[in-house]
């Protein structure tokens, strides 16, 4: 049975609870409003939940509701043989919950309960500690990071997101792993190429967090999380850190540039990579950061200097003559002086002349509007200029991108938020839903349970106090609900009487 967030609520927000074997399960809220988020492009839902006194979050699949379930009992199950500190608990109830349909019967499904640590965001916990300047603690979060990378290596075990917001530093410095969706075990499609991923976004951030216990003001240099978001592996980053770890007694650091540099575009092996990191965490060189090679990544964490995705010396397929488009499997119609092509699974642009402006790197792309192109890579999508460099790394679950406002509407980690056309963030992705930036003046909102509106600045225009919500119209108001009345307000939030 697929199920609506209303049924969902439905049962949480029973007093006696409506489960099976489980007792104590209590709905966690805020401002009297049931706290719950859309995870993995609106396809789970996550409540936050209280269960035998300690915080949880249960997750429920509102799409492909029996391909997830199969995976969340494997996982379960899996995870139940594997004892290790960095993992948070993870239980699979089979025929647990119970649920009402539209017609008012009732049926028992699955569910997952995922332990939810109490700790602080990777992300968060190091612009804490870098702000502060803190060497000593960012050297222990680095130990600690790359012997958990090195663990996780070493087991069959594959995470397949990776990323600071999915990484809890505890209190004390522990870590804990979260967010187990994409999480693969060996019997599961895809587990390689996932494993792949893990390599990368495990030696990416080992590296970073190195550059970091180095000097702590390179977080602001490095754009905030800039290098956790998208891999030195694929940015020229990767050779500024391979002349920092030419310095005297920098030998794993040394191992690991030269590792990436040497994979080009393939990630390492796991062996090889779970070695170095393990020296890695015990090494005790101090590096210096000097000023002139702070600038230098300064410079090269700029978005839209960045590198593009792919590096100059990646594989590119051969130009045809020009204006000859017959070896392409598809081209599209000129758009600001560049055609969009596709041959085989790669996509990228041509000059009028036929010859290659961004090379066929892309798993997708759109024609550019105002100077700016939505693309597609590994299922995650950017933004990139007319030079291919990248306004914004493909890490997004969607991009939307609205050349008439000149912002681009985002999806990271199922929170919504907007960038300008240089990168620069104007809404941080913490909005749980967002209405189409091109139909309105005014951007519809919604947060916690509340709606509101704020403009393409990213400025708050009528604050989020509604229960309901629904777009200005052409007469330039909008119907709400406030306190349980519906009721109509203009552009300045003022009620309207009709």
Known sequence: ??????????????????????????????????????HCGGAVAVFRVWWNSRPYELRFPLKDYERRNVQARQRAAYLQQVRAPYLAEYLF??????????????????????????????????????????RASLVALRKEF???????????????????????????GAIRLVNYEAMCVPQMDDYAEHAADDRVALANLALGLTVLSASPEAYRA???NSVFRTPVLRSSLLHLFDDLARQPGCGPMRQLTQMLQQSRYTPPQGEDLSAILEALADDPTE????????????????????????????????VPGPTDLSAYDWAGPMAEALICVQQGTKWGYLHSSGEIAIPLQYDWADDFL???????VGGQF?????????????????VDWDCRHGVACVSYDGKIGLYDRNGDERVAPVY????????SELLLVRKDGLCGYIRHSGEVAIPLQYEDAFDFGNDSLAQVTLQGRPLRIDMQGREVCT
């Open 1 to 38: 049975m697929i199920a609506s967030i209303d049924q969902l609520l439905e049962t949480l927000a029973n007093p006696e609870g409506r489960f099976k074997t489980l007792e104590g399960i209590h709905l966690e809220s805020e401002n009297g409003e049931p706290h719950y988020s859309l």
């Open 93 to 134: 109830r089979g025929g647990e919950m119970l649920l009402f349909d539209a017609s008012e019967r009732f049926h028992y499904v699955d569910m997952v309960l995922a332990e939810r640590p109490q700790g602080v965001l990777l992300g968060d916990f190091l612009a804490g500690v870098c702000d502060r300047g803190e």
């Open 146 to 172: 790359c012997r958990m990378a090195a663990w996780l290596l070493r087991t069959p075990l594959v995470h397949g997101a990776l990323k600071p917001a999915n990484i809890i530093v505890m209190p004390g």
């Open 222 to 224: 490095l754009n905030g």
């Open 287 to 318: 590096i210096v950061l000097p000023p002139r090679l702070m600038e230098r990544i300064r410079v090269s964490s700029e978005p839209v200097g960045s590198v593009g995705t792919l590096s100059a010396e990646t594989e590119i397929p051969a």
């Open 370 to 376: 105002e100077g700016r192109a939505v693309v597609c």
């Open 382 to 398: 950017g933004l990139i200029d007319k030079e291919g460099r990248e306004v914004l790394p493909p890490i997004y679950e969607s």
């Open 432 to 439: 749980d839903w967002m209405g189409d930036v091109r139909e």
